[in-house]
């Protein structure tokens, strides 16, 4: 096999390998918002609480009397199960991310994905060994999310590792479906199982991460130089440049060299190159990893971070509560059952692939990711009222728009976690040392997952104290995502300027 081939066969086995290990990562994590449905049933009467009544599909009262699994007797408490594990998560990101350029990510990523399926399981246990106690689900969610934030840092950095500049961003556009296929899985398998012998829908999921952990252990190469391949051309560089600094982000070149443009239109002058590679670069032949102060002065890390935190934000309130969303949703009339919610909110997933690559490859054509990532944020607000409105109206309407609005919704958080983290992770201010990937994976995700923790607390809160949450959710979801697009302005100003120059210069 010479060398060309051998290249594209390990990239493969790469792309399959750390797909399915972050699709588990998922899968696992879904469970809990399936399992709520039967914590916490919401259509019927609870014995001794106080209050009012919910009213059920057609405006009557419950008839049914709930045994909830205690000590779930309100959906805040669920919210706060929510609240501690991606508080968790988040703020052991930016320790993970730090440890993932300095460690074996091969060992690293073993281990996160066993103590995931550990945890995981744990939750499960409390069926069979039935525990009630708040505090047990409190820890175990606590050290869950710890552990699993060794995932994301660790995949992104394997990925750019391998992928260069070309169709990056349709590739891991791609790639990103991980995520909601996880979610779909994670959907469907729990859902055999929640409405009689729950426990299982925790321990099965547990089970496949930990397996799939042993699989990376065994077979995954982090580093085309661990397996003697070639690096990827990690940015584009233009020739005879005649200084040592480095070539700017974006480059047109000619018809017959081919186009190959970076995703991220930033450090537009020379003096922002120069500043950043100096800082940056260091210039020892073999660099140490970056550090956090250094990687979140890479132009381009705080923008997206924060439109990062407000796009996770509405995204994980659909991970988290469209399950109990679809429950609660009356549909001609009828209410769905447990195992419907959880199998019909998968949609919103499935709309999520569609979105995810549509953009990546969008991305890849125009040199732009800031522009398009605002058009889809922009048009999920109107894409979320009118799912909150009309999708009750019919079964074909409720799915048809859980789809459109997942596309919308979840295309930009796929982008910016997947091409401009790994883009940015091998900025060409950093020079040769490439040794940032998974720090800044850390800082866009982590910033992104404190806004996760958020959005389902949130949640949780309005489901216990409002007599009609959702429209209040909806709104919230609508505010989060014109926010998103709005830390976005300033690079799309850049992106504007930098397509503008280009389209002059081949005018002339």
Not at 260 to 265: E, F, H, I, Q, V
Not at 449 to 466: E, F, R
Request: net charge neutral.
């Amino acid at each position: 096999m010479d060398s060309s081939n051998r290249t594209r066969a390990y990239q493969l086995l790469v792309l399959v390998l750390t797909f399915l290990s972050y699709m588990t990562f998922h899968m696992s994590r879904k469970a809990i918002s399936v399992v709520k449905t039967t914590w916490y049933p919401s259509d019927c009467i609870w014995p001794g609480r106080n209050g009012t009544q919910s009213v059920v599909c057609g405006g009557s009262l419950p008839t049914t009397v709930c045994q909830p699994w205690m000590p779930f007797d309100s959906e805040s408490k669920l919210g706060d199960l929510d609240f501690v594990f991606l508080l968790g998560y988040a703020f052991a990101m930016f320790v993970s991310g730090h440890i993932g350029d300095r460690f074996n990510l091969r060992y690293f990523l073993f281990a996160g994905m066993l103590l995931s399926g550990i945890f995981t399981s744990m939750l499960g246990l409390a069926y069979f060994f039935n525990i009630h106690s708040f505090a047990f689900f409190v820890v175990v969610q606590l050290f869950g999310g710890i552990v699993q934030s060794t995932g994301w840092p660790s995949v992104v950095a394997v990925m750019a590792n391998w992928f260069g500049v070309g169709n990056r961003g349709f590739i891991l556009g791609l790639w990103n479906s991980h995520t909601s296929l996880g979610n779909i899985i994670g959907a469907i398998i729990p859902g055999i199982w929640v409405h009689n012998a729950w426990g299982w829908s925790f321990i099965v999921p547990g089970i496949i991460i930990a397996l799939m952990g042993v699989v990376v252990l065994l077979f995954l190469a982090v580093d085309p130089a661990d397996v003697d391949c070639p690096p990827p051309e990690q940015h584009t560089s233009t020739a005879g440049t005649g200084s040592h600094r480095p070539a700017r982000p974006i480059t047109t070149m000619t018809a017959e060299q081919g186009e190959k443009r970076s995703l991220l239109p930033v450090a537009t002058t020379d003096s922002d190159l120069g500043e950043a590679s100096a800082d940056l670069r260091g210039s020892t032949r073999t660099p140490a990893a970056v550090g956090f102060i250094a990687a979140l002065r890479i132009p381009g890390v705080l923008e997206y971070s924060l439109c990062l935190f407000f796009s996770k934000f509405m995204n994980y309130i659909f991970l988290y509560w469209m399950p109990k969303y679809v429950r609660d949703v009356c549909v001609d009339g009828h209410s769905l059952s447990e195992e419907h919610s959880a199998f019909y909110s998968s949609l919103f997933d499935v709309g999520g692939i569609i979105g995810g690559a549509t953009l990546g490859y969008v991305s890849d054509r125009t040199g732009a990711s800031a522009i398009p990532s605002v058009l889809m944020l922009l048009l999920g607000i109107p894409s979320l009222y009118i799912f909150n409105t009309y999708g009750g109206h019919s079964l074909g309407a409720l799915l048809g728009l859980m789809a459109l609005t997942g596309a919308l919704l979840n295309g930009p958080y796929s982008l910016i976690t997947t091409a401009v983290a790994a883009e940015l992770g091998t900025h060409e201010v950093l020079g040769e040392n490439q040794k940032a990937k998974a720090t800044v994976a850390a800082i866009i995700d982590g910033t992104g997952s404190i806004g996760a923790a958020i959005g389902p607390y949130v949640v949780g809160v309005a489901l216990q104290d409002a007599t009609n949450p959702w429209p209040i959710v909806i709104n919230t979801c609508m505010a989060a995502s014109l926010l998103s697009a709005l830390f976005l302005v300033r690079v799309c100003r850049k992106e504007v300027s930098r397509l503008r120059a280009a389209c002059l210069a081949k005018q002339s």
